[in-house]
């Protein structure tokens, strides 16, 4: 039932931007939406893109369906926009990889080179409760593998004095987004 994880939870989120009680909650929804999508991408020309989500309405101001943006982080003023819809996901990546080379060959990269490494998100405690919740729910982890000592080094290694929650917390965490997410289904 669970074979493909985060999409079990996360199909939930079709309408879920016009229903968000706060803004906070709302980046949650996405950002655990977006990095539970992503989390199943393997090609390497996703490094050369910032991805964001954006909604689109109807001429209703209904929300109509949300697409992903790929956003060059090289050259952006140079290199068009892709968008896809979110459901399209799996369908290749030849267009992503053409605008690449394009965008290569325009400032002079060479082919085949890796131009951009992927940046990281900065530290903040609603995004690090939202990843704890899509790894238990992506890789089926129980609610206290946050209680493994192993855990709390590495992330102590990597944000010092980094509260970290309780398997409570995270089922408390995951209930809320499965009951906020079903009101949308």
């Given amino acids: 039932m669970l074979r493909y994880g985060p999409y079990l939870i996360v199909r939930l989120l079709v309408h879920v931007n016009s229903h ?4 906070m909650e709302l980046m949650n929804i996405v950002l655990f939406f977006s990095e539970a ?3 199943t991408w393997r090609s390497k020309v996703y490094d050369h893109f910032n991805i964001t989500l954006r ?3 109807d001429d209703y ?3 109509k369906k949300l697409v992903f943006v790929f956003t060059c982080k ?3 003023a140079h290199h068009t926009l892709h968008v896809r819809p979110h459901m399209s996901i799996g369908h290749g990546t030849k267009n992503l990889q053409e605008g690449v080379r394009s965008c290569d060959k325009r400032l002079g990269v060479a082919a085949g080179a890796v131009s951009v490494q992927p940046a990281g998100e900065p530290y903040t405690p609603a995004g690090h409760r939202t990843l704890i919740a899509l ?6 982890c129980p609610f206290n593998s946050v209680l493994d000592d192993d855990y709390q080094a590495e992330v102590e290694m990597l944000q010092p004095r980094t509260i970290i929650p309780s398997p409570q ?4 965490d ?3 987004m499965y009951a906020e997410m079903s009101k949308h289904v």
Avoid: G, L
């Fill in 20 to 23: 968000a009680s706060t803004m």
């Fill in 37 to 39: 999508s992503k989390s």
């Fill in 55 to 57: 909604r689109e309405v």
């Fill in 61 to 63: 101001q209904k929300p």
């Fill in 74 to 76: 090289v050259d952006p």
């Fill in 135 to 140: 790894r238990c729910a992506k890789n089926h």
């Fill in 169 to 172: 917390m995270v089922s408390c």
């Fill in 174 to 176: 995951i209930k809320a």
